[in-house]
């Protein structure tokens, strides 16, 4: 049965900082790394992906470098709600008007006050616009280090708007989850998994990489980022590792990224 969220658990949860992300932290309205280098690893032969739903912006970025089918996965039920609000103003809201509507969700307690928002959520299904009123009077899409308008040059551009104007017409498949405890029913050409493993120790890092390299097609690739006090060698490492102690993972690649080098020149 399809887990629905729980107004009075999301109410308690939003503001814990331990763990440091929980099923109700606040989203990030929009990415704070550069998507575009990461997309770099699709291939014209990939057409499915899993990517951590985050900001939204991921899967977007997926479906722009020709991702036909995805399903996105995030711990916190936040993620989707930005994610499906971004989906449907794609269809409705000019360039302009989607930069007005994801930075003015950044510290705003009524989502329905952010800008052009209301017939936007209008369309959402009935299970996210009940949560959005619910959790009126919390901040739903607060997290990250700076304003949304700080992190602009990572957002969709005119072209790129333009183009999933053509290709998004319905909301991406969503599984509510941790990383640790994500059940996968298929394979990937693509994984995305963000820096989602900076906050995992390293046998929880092995365990989730031996899952993920088990459910990514031969020949396809995940992508993980890791902040620069996390040793990337290491993680290289247990790469290695399972690709030896594992049959039939040595023919999928996976691409262990410095999340600062993605976003150095923003800093």
């Known amino acids: 049965m399809k887990s629905m969220p729980n107004i009075s658990e999301a109410k308690e949860l939003v503001y814990s900082t331990y763990p440091v992300f929980n099923k109700y932290s606040p989203a990030y309205a929009v990415t704070n790394e550069d998507v575009r280098k990461s997309m770099k690893y699709i291939k014209k032969s990939y057409k499915t992906a899993l990517t951590v739903a985050a900001s939204g912006d991921h899967p977007l970025f ?153 459910h990514t097609n031969t020949g396809g690739s995940i992508v993980m980022l890791l902040h620069q006090k996390n040793d990337i060698y290491k993680v290289k490492d247990i790469v290695h590792d399972i690709q030896c102690d594992y049959p039939g993972t040595q023919n999928k690649n996976v691409v262990v990224l410095r999340m600062h080098e993605l976003v150095k020149h923003l800093y």
């Open 62 to 214: 997926c479906k722009l470098y020709g991702i036909e089918h995805i399903t996105t996965f995030d711990i916190s039920y936040n993620a989707k709600v930005v994610m499906d609000l971004k989906t449907l103003a794609l269809q409705h809201l000019t360039l302009n008007q989607y930069y007005e509507m994801q930075n003015s969700l950044w510290h705003n307690i009524n989502v329905r006050h952010a800008a052009h928002t209301q017939d936007i959520i209008s369309k959402l299904s009935s299970e996210v616009q009940q949560y959005i009123d619910g959790m009126n009077g919390y901040l739903l899409f607060d997290n990250g280090r700076f304003r949304s308008e700080r992190y602009q040059k990572y957002a969709l551009q005119q072209q790129e708007f333009s183009k999933l104007k053509q290709i998004v017409h319905e909301p991406f498949d969503f599984i509510w989850s941790d990383v640790k405890k994500l059940k996968l029913k298929q394979s990937y050409d693509f994984i995305h998994l963000s820096n989602i493993c900076d906050f995992l120790p390293y046998v929880a890092i092995q365990k989730v990489l031996i899952k993920m390299l088990n």
